[in-house]
């Protein structure tokens, strides 16, 4: 996915709360494999990607979110998984860097689990989310990989919490079903299989 903002004349950061390496990255991939549908084949995609000298070289070269200025980029994409669960949705530092983006009007792309955020970043005193339509994991699809693994897997559901919300419209698609939704400069994907529709949203956000 990386590949195709490049293609069309684009530029990366990799940027996280914490410094990565393709090596750590290597690691968790090997033993975090989603039970979701072709999760294994998914792993093998991302093993893939960190193999690559090229694309290795974007999360070797991170940097943390607070060396990140807003004025630089034309847009963000906060990546899901399931670790945003803990680094994302108490992260002031993440939740203040979407509300920079989001009121500065760049595109602000958010896939996932990544959403999780958006049930507590504020623009000026108020949810990004408040009067937006936007996505993101769905009960259903974590009511599966609770079951296939047997047990609860996060520590609350997003959709769940989302729709405890006034003023916004949380909507999702069919189960691990592909599903992007832009809302103004607001694109948020619905899980793993919605990446690439959020990321062709993103590209048409910024006309290229």
């Known amino acids: 996915m990386p590949t195709a903002p490049r293609r069309l004349g684009g530029e990366f950061l990799v940027g996280s709360p ?23 084949s998914r792993a093998l995609i991302s093993l893939g990607f960190i193999s690559s000298p090229q694309h290795s070289a974007l999360i070797d070269s991170s940097k943390p979110i607070s060396q990140l200025e807003v004025q630089d980029y034309e847009a963000i994409f906060f990546v ?19 509300a920079q983006f989001y009121k500065t009007g760049k595109v602000t792309a958010v896939v996932c689990h990544a959403t999780c955020l958006l049930l507590k970043a504020k ?18 699809e974590e009511k599966y990989a609770d079951d296939f693994i047997g047990k609860r897997m996060q520590p609350f559901w997003i959709e769940e ?13 069919g189960r691990f079903k592909a599903h ?24 048409d956000a910024l006309g290229v």
């Not at 968790?28 to 494999?33: E, H, M, P, V």
């Not at 998984?81 to 979407?98: I, S």
């Not at 405890?164 to 999702?172: A, G, L, S, Y």
């Not at 809302?183 to 949203?201: C, E, H, P, V």
């Open 80 to 98: 899901g998984g399931e670790g945003p669960m803990y680094t994302f949705y108490d992260n002031d530092r993440v939740h203040k860097l979407a």
């Open 180 to 203: 992007a939704v832009r809302d103004g400069n607001l694109i948020t994907g619905q899980q793993q299989y919605s990446a690439l529709a959020a990321a062709r949203l993103v590209i």
């Open 18 to 40: 914490s410094i990565l390496s393709s090596d750590s990255a290597r690691g968790r991939t090997i033993a975090n494999g989603h039970p979701g549908p072709s999760g294994r």
């Open 161 to 173: 919490e989302a729709k405890k919300i006034p003023d916004t419209n949380f909507i999702v698609s």
């Open 123 to 140: 623009v000026d005193g108020a949810l990004l989310v408040k009067g937006k339509t936007w996505t993101g994991f769905a009960n259903s």
